[in-house]
């Protein structure tokens, strides 16, 4: 098993730009994705493959990897962006969350 | 157009056994890296992986519940069931299913259903 750690809560003005780190051992070997959750709904996809935007997802968002971390990037942040972020990944057996960010946008 | 709807109890006692339906539309569990997975989130808690059934009906579990988790298949009436074994209160949550892509190390969970909250509660 291994453990995926995300900053519980990130605040960003809007029009700025927002990074969220996601870490783990070995990250570096495997693919990361992100996932945007709204109150009351369900997590949405929004980055793949450490940098991949499924259709749909603003060009605002993208992903990079670095070593063992991974970083969701939303550039220009527009108070819709507002949400917890997840990280995830895939170790051939098993997936993990990372415990989620909060985005805060004021 | 995917689809996916989670089904079963709101309430369960504790000891009980949990079993829940994802039933889903728009894709085959029968292509090539296609999965279902599912995932639950305690109230104001992280998300949680729970299982994975493949194309291939390889089925794969999470660590820590692996011993009480059991996931199965009917592709004939593109269903996906869960069960869980003698609940506890802590496993109150909104359980979710959702349609995955694996290729190798990548896996990630491009369509999900709107959740079913259990509670469990004598």
């Known amino acids: 098993s291994f453990d995926l750690t995300q900053p519980p809560s990130v605040s960003v003005s809007p029009g700025q730009t927002a990074s969220i780190t996601c870490s783990g051992d070995k990250l570096g070997e495997r693919y990361a994705c992100w996932y945007q959750q709204r109150p009351g709904q369900p997590p949405m996809l929004v980055i793949y493959?450490?940098?991949r935007r499924p259709s749909g997802i603003p060009e605002r968002f993208s992903g990079s990897s670095s070593g063992n971390t991974a970083t969701l990037t939303i550039s220009g942040t527009q108070v819709m962006d507002e949400a917890d972020y997840y990280c995830q990944a895939w170790d051939g057996f098993t997936a993990l969350f990372g415990g989620g960010t909060k985005l805060t946008v004021l | 157009q995917v689809t996916l709807r989670e089904s079963g109890p709101a309430l369960v006692k504790p000891t009980q056994t949990l079993t829940l339906t994802c039933t889903f539309s728009g894709f085959s569990l029968t292509t090539s890296g296609m999965c279902v997975t599912w995932v639950r989130q305690p109230p104001g808690k992280a998300l949680e992986w729970l299982a994975l059934?493949?194309?291939?009906?390889?089925?794969y579990y999470s660590t820590s519940l692996k011993t009480r988790l059991t996931i199965s298949r009917d592709t004939s009436k593109n269903q996906v069931v869960l069960t869980l074994t003698n609940m506890d209160p802590m496993d109150t949550a909104t359980y979710y299913c959702?349609?995955?892509?694996?290729?190798?190390?990548?896996?990630?969970?491009?369509?999900w259903g709107q959740g079913t909250l259990v509670t469990v509660s004598s």
């Open positions: 493959q450490d940098t």
């Open positions: 959702a349609r995955a892509g694996r290729d190798g190390y990548s896996l990630h969970f491009d369509s």
């Open positions: 059934v493949a194309w291939d009906d390889d089925k």
